[in-house]
């Protein structure tokens, strides 16, 4: 084996043929290199081993199909060891091919005919129960048994959902015993490396620290005027607590409370009373339809001063909102009698007053007495006539 090429167990590689599909074996010949090849492969599309073989100028002699590659890999991998034993192969080098050279060997001292007639022996061989030999190569096939396979998953928390899947580091999706959770272990991770559900590990791991990091955590929650309600959750988790200073209970996180952060959100500045943001939007212009959402981003049902129901925050009055959408502004907004002006400039006369907004529709009479509705904007763009006008104008 490659190990410090990086590479491992073949039976145990995620790349590669795969030991648990379907594939098969083929015997090729190369009428200009004059030589013989044998492989194994799965042989279905665009990436097929036989396909690339045929656009270097190969030539398929005969193939034939295999439940696992399992089984392929055995047929193959004894009639390699005949022609080693024989000193047929290689026959090319990796310079004239470098995608399996190892397997060819020279149509001058055998023919395609031959080596088919050994894979149609070593099939026929493996067929026939299973009886390893001192010092033999073992079957793939047999590497490893199934049920004993699921029971040592079983052993160490996994409830196989699938049958094998035919390699040891194989995705196998299995449920844990423990919590439950659907995940897809390998099974060389499980028995030789001890792998456990990922969820109950993470599970344990937070428990050993919430319980290293307790006493510290409780000691700051009390410092910022919190008294816990419950167990140390965790940095990232909501923590019950009922603030000293207002007696109200809130949920803070720890690490929200541990960077500086206000624990209280009712005591905080960016937080309100009823009465307090009640006071805050009538400043503004609004009136408050129902009581405080409790939170500054909530949206808060509210009647402006011009009569229209609205939905505002409490954080858009603190950001300088004196109105709703309707009512004019002077801070870069149109004035009513400005936009009334430009609008009987460009020959129309308004039908309602001024919507507030360059872009919202605004019912118009036109100088030809036509009803029509259009914007502030399409008047500063240029539009002076309604359609009639137009193609009046045209005719």
């Known amino acids: 084996m490659k190990i410090r090429a990086g590479g491992g167990c073949k039976f145990c590689a995620t790349h590669g043929i795969d030991l648990s599909g379907q594939s098969k074996v083929y015997v090729i010949t190369h009428q200009e290199w004059k030589a013989v090849k044998i492989g194994i492969g799965a042989c279905t599309g665009y990436t ?14 005969q193939a034939r199909d295999y439940t696992t590659g399992a089984a392929a890999y055995d047929v193959e991998q004894a009639v390699l060891g005949r022609l080693r034993q024989a000193g047929l192969v290689p026959f090319l080098t990796s310079d004239v091919m470098p ?30 129960p299973y009886a390893p ?23 160490c928390g996994y ?23 659907e995940g897809r272990p390998t099974f060389n991770a499980v028995r030789n490396a ?37 167990p140390y959750p965790g940095s990232q988790t909501p923590w019950r607590c009922r603030c000293t200073t207002c007696g109200r209970e809130t949920s803070p996180t720890y690490s929200h409370v541990n960077s500086g952060s206000k ?83 460009a020959g129309f006369e308004p039908l309602e007053p001024y919507p507030g907004k360059t872009t919202d529709r605004w019912p118009c009479r036109c100088r030809c007495s036509t009803a029509i509705t259009l914007t502030l904007t399409s008047i500063r763009g240029g539009h002076t006539a309604c359609g009639t006008c137009s193609r009046g104008a045209t005719r």
């Open 133 to 155: 030999r001192v010092g033999g190569r073992p079957r793939a096939a047999v590497l490893i048994d199934a049920e004993a396979a699921a029971a040592e998953m079983r052993a």
């Open 48 to 61: 097929s081993r036989l396909i690339q073989h045929e656009r270097q100028g190969w030539q398929l002699h």
């Open 194 to 230: 001890g792998q456990r559900c990922r969820v109950c590990r993470a599970k344990e791991t937070q428990a050993k620290r919430a319980a290293t990091n307790a006493p510290k955590a409780r000691e700051t929650m009390r410092t910022a005027g919190l008294e816990p309600l419950e």
């Open 263 to 345: 624990g209280c959100r009712f005591c905080a500045l960016n937080s309100a009373t009823d009465e307090r943001a009640s006071a805050e939007v009538r400043a503004a212009g609004f009136e408050p339809l129902e009581p405080y959402p409790g939170r500054t981003t909530d949206r808060w049902r509210c009647r402006c001063s011009c009569g229209n129901e609205v939905m505002t925050r409490l954080s858009s009055v603190r950001s300088g909102t004196t109105g709703c959408k309707k009512c004019p502004r002077s801070r870069g907004r149109t004035d009513p009698a400005a936009a009334v002006a430009e609008a009987r400039a």
């Open 159 to 181: 409830e196989p959902l699938v049958p094998y899947p035919g390699r040891t580091n194989a995705t196998w999706p299995s449920r844990c015993t423990t919590c439950g959770h």
């Open 99 to 128: 995608n399996g050279w190892t397997e060819t060997c020279s149509a001058a001292r055998i023919t395609a005919a031959e080596v088919w007639a050994m894979v149609d022996e070593e099939t026929r061989s493996a067929e026939k």
